[in-house]
Nanobody, 122 residues
Framework: QVQLVESGGGLVQAGGSLRLSCAAS????????MAWFRQAPGKEREFVAA???????TYYDSVKGRFTISRDNAKNTVYLQMNNLKPEDTAVYYC????????????????WGQGTQVTVSS
């Protein structure tokens, strides 16, 4: 069983930056795909980015060039560096993990964190 705890959310002005962290425990982190999803008020949860155990990454189109996902296997932590934030990035951001799946479908991820709020003011 993998436990995930997100941190780093907060309030930032448009154009600003935040770095989210997700600390994992209870599993073999280095062999899991890690991903970030987000859910804005009144909307469905959507894929943001994922990174495989080998370091391959993929992004949702609207965040390409602004967000970077990375992982530190020694610290069992995955990060989401978010630059040039926009009001439409406002959402609860969730960390997710999968032992075998690499992609953008929520159903492929077995483990989820509780989420961290990101609010971008205009």
């Amino acid at each position: 069983q993998v436990q995930l705890v997100e941190s780093g959310g907060g309030l930032v002005q448009a154009g600003g930056s935040l770095r989210l962290s997700c600390a994992a425990s209870g599993g073999t982190f280095s062999r899991h795909t890690m991903a970030w999803f987000r859910q804005a008020p009144g909307k469905e949860r959507e894929f943001v980015a994922a990174i495989s155990w080998s370091g391959s990454s993929t992004y949702y189109d609207s965040v390409k060039g602004r967000f970077t996902i990375s992982r530190d296997n020694a610290k069992n932590t995955v990060y989401l560096q978010m630059n040039n934030l926009k009001p439409e990035d406002t959402a609860v951001y969730y960390c997710a993990a999968s032992p075998g799946y690499f992609g953008l479908s929520q159903g492929g991820y077995h483990y989820w964190g509780q989420g961290t709020q990101v609010t971008v003011s205009s």
